[in-house]
């Protein structure tokens, strides 16, 4: 149960009285008046007005005990880069506790960063005519094709793995090397990418070497599967995924349009409900990359209101991907922006917008020209502070920040997490969901990590089993769902977060 919050009337009679009490008197301030300043604080976090049940104050208690005692070690894993601590993340007890918790909804999720790389290499790779080259920038790139693919730009010579491996004495090892290809994680982060644009030039990279896996559609309809069976796992029940603009592909070089893709996400996500029923289903978010012009972005964003009239069901709307550093803004595509509204038609955004240090530039501004164009969450906000404006039409108008703590620290966005801006936001109330973004990118699948880093980095002590609780709630209210399937959804969660708090209010 949420309690109400209280009219910002009633909060500022409140401040008025103690700042006159207190510039009135010159002795001790009073105690009581200290613990009702406290109560009120705690009451405006995230999570502050929403009560409890015994069984989950139970919990609750354990979940405290156990951080206090993960904070008061060293080294702190929200403190140091991922990359270094994840195995101290796995063996932690509050991360295995989040494991097993209902977490709702990922609403912040790359289609073609969602499924491990084991799973890329182990199962794509081993498939019949897939060809492999090895860059000039010693990357990887991949491609299905019935003979020898032509020779392109960075890549010269194709090489059939299946052959290529017959001809080695350590598959195993070649294997690794390959999943190393296909993820930004190293041993040592801070040497391999020294600077943002070092580790956005792998990133990139990366994405690239992926899709020419994924867009194969064998593969692409076996890792949608694999996709929301990895979110499943890791108890998620409903997803909503970014899909950029590359077609589908067969053996033979012919492709696919954007139709039968969105039909392929429809039919397979049936599919998996039909086999997991407590699974809620998929919507995707069609995308265009910010490196575009404004005519390849007007045409996309014209492709995606047909999309979304042919298929309600499975189309939420539409964002911009892509680095906001290097790439156009939303008020330089503001003309493509506007189209639906000339057409005179409604297409839901899902902005990208404030994944940025570089305050008060163009780029910063991104997070007040995506509440401009009525956008229906804010893809990280990371800069959304800088903005009190912005920060207070976000969350007077119900906005919710797309928060992904594990993309902003690999992106060398902030190093240590307990100095990630959504403190202050959670501290506040503001609203917000926790996503991965890219998980297969980082080395991990679903949600847990991000929700870890979130609850007891940014969170810190007083983030409780209530802040999980509401983040969990709110993946599900400001999902693009009906109120109908919201409703169904939330069904569906609090079941299962029953169950989760009583198996675990008695140990």
């Given amino acids: 149960m949420i309690i109400p919050p209280e009219t910002s009337s009633d909060v500022?009679?409140?401040?008025?009285?103690?700042?006159?009490?207190?510039?009135?008197?010159?002795?001790?301030?009073?105690?009581k008046q200290r613990d009702q300043m406290l109560k009120q604080e705690r009451s405006e976090r995230l999570g502050g007005r929403?009560?409890?049940?015994?069984?989950?104050?139970?919990?609750?208690?354990?979940?405290?005990?156990?951080?206090?005692?993960?904070?008061?070690?060293?080294p702190f894993p929200p403190a140091k880069h991922f990359f270094t601590v994840r195995h101290l993340i796995q063996n932690s007890p509050v991360f295995k506790l989040i494991q097993k918790m209902p977490?709702?909804?990922?609403?912040?999720?790359?289609?073609?960063?969602?499924?491990?790389?084991?799973?890329?290499?182990?199962?794509?790779?081993?498939?019949?005519?897939?060809?492999?080259?090895?860059?000039?920038?010693?990357?990887?790139?991949?491609?299905?094709?019935?003979?020898?693919?032509?020779?392109?730009?960075?890549?010269?010579l194709w090489k059939r793995l299946d052959v290529l491996r017959a001809g080695l004495s350590d598959v195993p090892k070649f294997d690794e090397s390959l999943m190393r290809n296909l993820t930004l994680f190293t041993e040592d982060p801070e040497t391999s990418y020294p600077t943002q644009d070092v580790v956005w030039e792998r990133f990139e990279t990366v994405f690239y070497a992926v899709n020419g896996l994924i867009t194969y559609a064998p593969v692409l309809k076996d890792h949608i599967y694999q996709g929301l069976k990895e979110l499943y796992d890791d108890n998620i029940q409903y997803v909503e995924l970014r899909i950029g603009q590359s077609k589908a592909y067969e053996l033979d070089w012919s492709t696919h349009d954007r139709a039968w893709t969105i039909e392929l996400f429809r039919n397979i996500t049936e599919n998996f409900r039909a086999n997991h029923p407590e699974f809620v289903g998929s919507r995707v978010?069609?995308?265009?990359?910010?490196?575009?012009?404004?005519?390849?972005?007007?045409?996309?964003?014209?492709?995606?209101?047909?999309?979304?009239?042919?298929?309600?069901?499975?189309?939420?709307?539409?964002?911009?991907?892509?680095?906001?550093?290097?790439?156009?803004?939303?008020?330089?595509?503001?003309?493509?922006?506007?189209?639906?509204?000339?057409?005179?038609?409604?297409?839901?955004?899902?902005?990208?917008?404030?994944?940025?240090?570089l305050d008060g530039t163009d780029v910063d501004r991104n997070v007040l020209d995506a509440l401009l164009f009525n956008t229906s969450r804010i893809g990280h906000g990371f800069a959304l502070v800088h903005h009190p404006?912005?920060?207070?039409?976000?969350?007077?108008?119900?906005?919710?920040?797309?928060?992904?703590?594990?993309?902003?620290?690999?992106?060398?966005?902030?190093?240590?997490?307990?100095?990630?801006?959504?403190?202050?936001?959670?501290?506040?109330?503001?609203?917000?969901?926790?996503?991965?973004?890219?998980?297969?990118?980082?080395?991990?699948?679903g949600l847990s990590y991000d929700f870890y880093q979130a609850f007891v980095g940014i969170g810190g002590l007083d983030a409780n089993l209530a802040t999980l609780k509401e983040l969990a709630i709110n993946s599900i209210r400001y999902s693009s769902l009906s109120t109908q399937l919201q409703d169904k959804a939330m069904a569906v969660w609090l079941e299962n977060w029953n169950k989760f708090?009583?198996?675990?209010?008695?140990?």
């Fill in 12 to 31: 500022s009679l409140l401040m008025v009285v103690v700042f006159l009490s207190i510039q009135g008197c010159h002795s001790a301030p009073d105690p």
């Fill in 50 to 74: 929403m009560e409890l049940s015994e069984d989950e104050q139970r919990v609750d208690v354990m979940l405290q005990r156990l951080k206090i005692k993960e904070m008061s070690t060293s």
């Fill in 103 to 156: 977490k709702g909804a990922a609403l912040h999720l790359h289609n073609s960063a969602m499924v491990s790389v084991d799973w890329l290499v182990m199962n794509a790779t081993y498939r019949p005519n897939c060809y492999i080259c090895f860059t000039w920038g010693n990357s990887v790139n991949f491609i299905f094709s019935m003979t020898t693919p032509f020779p392109r730009w960075g890549c010269s």
């Fill in 285 to 357: 978010i069609l995308s265009a990359h910010r490196s575009s012009g404004v005519s390849q972005v007007k045409q996309a964003v014209q492709e995606a209101v047909e999309m979304q009239r042919r298929f309600p069901d499975i189309v939420a709307g539409f964002d911009l991907v892509g680095r906001e550093d290097k790439g156009g803004t939303i008020w330089y595509f503001r003309d493509a922006l506007s189209l639906p509204s000339k057409l005179g038609t409604k297409l839901p955004f899902f902005f990208h917008a404030g994944e940025t240090n």
């Fill in 389 to 445: 404006l912005a920060r207070q039409l976000s969350r007077t108008t119900r906005v919710p920040l797309e928060i992904c703590p594990i993309s902003n620290q690999v992106l060398k966005l902030v190093s240590d997490l307990r100095n990630h801006p959504a403190a202050v936001l959670m501290s506040d109330g503001h609203p917000m969901v926790v996503s991965s973004d890219d998980p297969s990118l980082f080395g991990t699948t």
């Fill in 501 to 507: 708090i009583a198996e675990n209010s008695e140990t």
